[in-house]
């Protein structure tokens, strides 16, 4: 009776195993983060919670959309789905916090056409981001404006849900615009919650002590937009890098940061999906 000897594993088998492996994992996540993540709208649901919160507020829901970055790589039918899921959230407010377009060839009337179809009965207010100082702002804000979307540049509106009042100011863009907090919030009355809407977080670390902001909302980061798994984004745009994504304790107040709609640069989202936030307003 022969015994039949099988051949043992040798090191060069396990390496060429091992290789065959890692070129499948790199290539399944070329497409991943090609073909899938980066329209592969997440909506979140983040909790936010203000002091003061008259009762006609609460439970209202704010939508929240961010560097859009209309062009080659966000085109108009994507931006439209993205219109669709943020409506069927039923929000009573939207926000944008900027970068609507990356370059001054996107600056078209077909971007009023995407976003004339949000819908808000509270309203709809924006602020303006670093691409956009750089393609054409005084165009932008009117195509926004032609899409019934009010452009608070260092300004404020109290708006009143059931006699209650809720500030809701934003700043001009850190980095290529002239922010400046206090004529945003003037006139405010202390006791009055407040929600402040900024393209760049690290406008949190500018906010000084004796001014009262309930909660930051800003954009720009893109999450990193590749983010290696189980660590930190390989890019970050903004100098306090604790603001890549969701919510961060500033030094002053909360800010929440989104991972934005659209890409830059290179068209690719690697374990960082791009976001519409809906926050639900809470009594702190």
């Known amino acids: 009776m022969f015994e039949v000897k099988r051949k043992k594993p040798t090191r060069r088998r396990f390496l060429k ?3 065959w492996a890692a070129g499948l ?29 008259g009762d006609g507020w609460l439970g209202a829901k704010i939508a929240h959309l961010t560097d859009l970055h ?4 966000c085109g108009a039918e994507y931006l439209s789905r993205v219109v669709e899921t943020t409506n069927a959230a039923s929000p009573d407010l939207i926000v944008l916090t900027g970068d609507f377009v990356t370059r001054r060839s996107a600056v078209r009337p077909e971007l009023t056409d995407v976003l004339s179809a949000l819908h808000a009965p509270g309203g709809k207010f924006a602020v303006l981001g670093n691409h956009d100082h750089a393609a054409n702002p005084r165009r932008i804000q009117r195509l926004l404006e032609a899409a019934d979307i009010e452009v608070l540049t260092n300004t404020r509106r109290v708006l009143r849900r059931g006699g209650d009042p809720l500030c809701l100011a934003g700043v001009d863009d850190l980095r ?8 945003a919030l003037a006139g405010v009355d202390e006791a009055v919650p407040r929600l402040l809407l900024s393209h760049n977080p690290d406008m949190a670390e500018m906010i000084p002590p004796d001014l009262r902001v309930d909660l930051l909302i800003c954009g720009h980061t893109h999450g990193g937009q590749v983010r290696l798994p189980f660590g930190p984004p390989l890019f970050m745009p903004v100098r306090h890098r604790k603001y890549d994504a969701g919510m961060v304790q500033g030094p002053r107040c909360p800010v929440y940061v989104s991972r934005g709609i659209g890409m830059v640069g290179v068209p690719i989202r690697l374990n960082c999906r791009p976001e519409l936030p809906v926050f639900t307003l809470r009594s702190a």
């Open 70 to 73: 209309a062009g080659r790589l």
């Open 176 to 183: 290529r615009g002239r922010p400046d907090l206090r004529a």
């Open 25 to 53: 994992a790199a290539g399944g996540g070329m497409f991943d983060s090609i073909a899938i993540e980066p329209r592969w709208l997440m909506v979140t649901r983040p909790a936010a919670g203000l002091a003061d919160l």
């Open 17 to 19: 195993s091992a290789g």
